[in-house]
């Protein structure tokens, strides 16, 4: 029962996200389903709300009940959204700036005010803001280039070595002729 809910589980495991850790700067796009009126008069509009902040605290690892916590400043105010990873209504994620952090809770930045709020660090290439298999496939690829040239190396290696014994061989072949013929 366990295996089948646990491939169940990594079947739904979105690949589309970045590679996202506490102290980024994300913006998040989500959907948001509005419904008017009551009775038979009742409407539905579908909406994509975006909230840009920086991710303090990221659980859950790379499973289904991944979250990350989005902190922002609106209005002098500080606001926080948690957001689960995989959930239908997160429609993507894009990096906007990648900031170098010492902890995995950015906890101590609820205290700060002003300029201290703002995480300082590099924007965001489009290259990097790729989802997070896409890089994985690049790594891979890099690595099959890699162990392809270790393999030409060793056999070019190998060859060579193979021709210093043949021609070795040629010489002892040549001194046991010279020996016979005296």
């Known amino acids: 029962m366990t295996i089948t809910l646990q491939k169940f589980n990594h079947s739904r495991v979105r690949t589309d996200l970045p590679d996202i850790k506490s102290g980024h700067v ?23 709300q975006i909230f840009e902040g920086l991710v303090i605290g990221k659980k859950g690892g790379k499973g289904i009940n991944a979250t990350i916590t989005v902190r922002k400043i609106s209005g002098g105010i500080g606001v926080e959204r948690v957001f689960p990873l995989n959930a239908p209504t997160i429609e993507k994620i894009e990096l906007i700036k990648i900031t170098k952090a010492r902890r995995a809770k950015l906890n101590y930045m609820r205290d700060r005010i002003g300029k201290a709020t703002k995480p300082k660090g590099e924007m965001v290439k489009q290259e ?12 891979e690829k890099d690595d099959k280039k890699e162990a392809v040239e270790v393999k030409t190396e060793k056999v070019i290696a190998k060859e060579e070595n193979e021709i210093e014994k043949g ?3 040629k010489k002892d072949d040549d001194k046991i002729n010279s020996k016979i013929k005296l």
Not at 29 to 48: C, D, F, L, N
Request: overall charge neutral; aromatic content about 2%.
């Open 167 to 169: 021609a070795s061989e």
């Open 26 to 48: 994300v913006r998040v796009y989500q959907k948001i389903t509005e419904i008017k009126g009551s009775g038979k008069k009742q409407e539905t509009k579908e909406r994509v």
């Open 128 to 139: 990097e803001d790729k989802p997070s298999s896409d890089k994985s496939e690049d790594l």
